[in-house]
Each structure stands twice: as structure tokens, then as C-alpha cells.
């Protein structure tokens, strides 16, 4: 059988665009945000994890975001990945209220947040109703209106594929995170910039957002091999597609440093899993990059 994700394979038909620097990038959305040139017209759908999150669903805040007409473009996948509390019934309440703007995935047993969210986004692929989808983690963390930023920066410029959130704790945002999961993040970060030798600040902030393309297709097909570092893992393919080309595909990310998250009570993730997570990246670095 054929490697699939030999360094070196071709993509027919692919046009690789080099994008603006960052600098040009916010000058232009912030240009376009005061000439009211940038809302995303075209639809967005983005898949929405949950396990056992029953207490910590914040029905209140998908109320809030669901009724206001300036999302409308926005709809929201929720993925029920095998919960044994009440997440599904409090979806399904919500999908009730909201029946257009939201769906919803039964996943039977729990497979990880990985295949939650790989098999939400490629259902939204294959529903071919979205130019855009993404994921974001349901503690909302990263609050819902902070889809819209995203998604303004992918309209405003054409060439980006990928738009991750950022957690950078500087003046005038609000960044409450955990000491110690911060240094973790950022031991965790620099290793896997070094690793695949672009300059990413955070890999593992739960809002991310990806133009649909046949590439994101390809980086979709098959089944992760991390269950937990997926984000990682996602962009060892994407490089791999671009042949290696890490300048090409730097120009195609975009890092937005986020005003606002918080650290939500009741993570899921412990200090074990990060010495998984490491296990998992050399299992990743010796698969795409090595």
C-alpha cells in the first residue's frame, strides 16, 4: 500500500497563493471593518465537541448567540461524543429552540476529541453548505463572538486558510489562564515549533477556523493518530501537502491574538496528559516530518 503522507506528494490542481504579512493583514481588516466592508456573507458552520458537559453548558451564552440576526451566517455542529450525562438532551433542547442554526451529531461510544472533530468538519464538508468551518472548544472559553473576528480576517484576505486563535496575554485583553498551564503551554508550543519549524504560538487553543478546500479534505481523510494534540497533527499534514514548502504555508496561517478567554473550571485535560501529548508528538514528528 502507498504511504499516504509521504513528504513529497503532489496535489493536482492546486494553486499555492502567498499571502500579506501580518502587519498588512490587520491594517487591512481594520480598514475594511471602518468602511463596513467586512461580514461574512457566505456561510460558516463550526463543530462544537462535547463530552460529559453537562455541567458547564452554557445555555445562556448559545441563547445569546443564537438569536442575534448578525450571526445568522454562523451555524453551529455540535458533535455528543459519547456522554453519559445529560449533554445530549441540553443539545437537543437548543436544536429545538434554534432548529436552523444548529445541528447536532450523535457519536456512539466516545472516540476523543479528535474524531468529534474530524467527523463533524468533514459532515460539514460534505453538506456543501459552508465555505468555512472550524472548531470550538463548548466551555466557551473563547466566547462565540470572537467566530466573527476569525472569520472577518479569512474574508479580508483570500489567501489565508487557516485562522487559529491565540492566547497572548497582553495589555488591554483579558487572558485569565492558569499559571501553570500557561508554562506548560508555552514549554509544549516551543517544542512544537521547533519540531515543524513554524513559528506557532499556540497550537492548542480551542478556537480554530479553516477555508474549505480540497486540501482540508485531504488533511480530514483519515483518522488521526493523536487523540489529543490533533491541532499539531493537522498542521504536520497541511505541511506535508505543501511538499515541505514551510515558508508557503506560513503565509497561509494567521495567529490572532484573542481579547478574550478564560479558563474554564472543570477541564478535562490533567498534568498526565501532557506528558501523553508529548508522547503523541514524537509519534507525529516521526510520521510527517522526520
Same mark, same amino acid.
Given at each position: ?92 433542547? %437548543?436544536?429545538?429552540? /434554534?432548529?436552523? +442554526?444548529?445541528? $447536532? ?5 466516545? #472516540?476523543?476529541? @479528535? ?44 489567501? %489565508?486558510?487557516?485562522? /487559529?486563535?491565540? +492566547?497572548?496575554? $497582553? ?5 485569565? #489562564?492558569?499559571? @501553570? ?48 494534540? /490533533? ?60
Amino acid at each position: 500500500m502507498a504511504e499516504p503522507w509521504r513528504r513529497g506528494r503532489s496535489i493536482p490542481d492546486r494553486q499555492f497563493a502567498i499571502g500579506a504579512s501580518a502587519e498588512l493583514m490587520v491594517d487591512a481588516v481594520t480598514t475594511a471593518a471602518r468602511e463596513g466592508m467586512v461580514h461574512a456573507t457566505a456561510d460558516c458552520t463550526v463543530v462544537v465537541p462535547c463530552y460529559n458537559e453537562a455541567a458547564r453548558f452554557r445555555t445562556a451564552e448559545f441563547d445569546q448567540f443564537l438569536k442575534s440576526e448578525e450571526n445568522g451566517h454562523i451555524r453551529l455542529l455540535f458533535v455528543n461524543d459519547g456522554s453519559s450525562d445529560t449533554t445530549l438532551s441540553m443539545i437537543e433542547a %437548543l436544536q429545538c429552540r /434554534f432548529p436552523k +442554526r444548529i445541528g $447536532l451529531l450523535n457519536q456512539q461510544p466516545n #472516540r476523543g476529541k @479528535a474524531e468529534a472533530v474530524r467527523s463533524g468538519m468533514l459532515h460539514i464538508i460534505a453538506s456543501q453548505q459552508a465555505m468555512w468551518t472550524g472548531f470550538w472548544d463548548a466551555d466557551l472559553a473563547t466566547p462565540l463572538a470572537q467566530i466573527q473576528d476569525l472569520l472577518d480576517l479569512m474574508v479580508a484576505n483570500p489567501n %489565508l486558510e487557516l485562522v /487559529f486563535g491565540a +492566547r497572548v496575554r $497582553l495589555m488591554g485583553r483579558k487572558i485569565r #489562564r492558569r499559571a @501553570a498551564r500557561h508554562y506548560l503551554g508555552r514549554c509544549f508550543a516551543t517544542v512544537v515549533s521547533l519540531l515543524i519549524k513554524l513559528p506557532v504560538y499556540d497550537t492548542q487553543c480551542g478556537a480554530k477556523l479553516f477555508r474549505i478546500t480540497p486540501v482540508l479534505s485531504q488533511v480530514l481523510e483519515q483518522p488521526f493518530l493523536s487523540r489529543w494534540i /490533533f491541532d499539531v497533527e493537522m498542521l504536520a499534514r497541511f505541511l506535508v501537502l505543501e511538499n515541505g514548502d514551510v515558508r508557503g504555508l506560513e503565509h497561509k496561517i494567521y495567529e490572532y491574538p484573542l481579547p478574550v478567554w478564560t479558563d474554564v473550571a472543570g477541564s478535562k485535560v490533567t498534568s498526565l496528559d501532557f506528558i501523553r501529548a508529548f508522547m503523541e508528538l514524537a509519534s507525529i514528528y516521526f510520521r510527517y516530518i522526520a
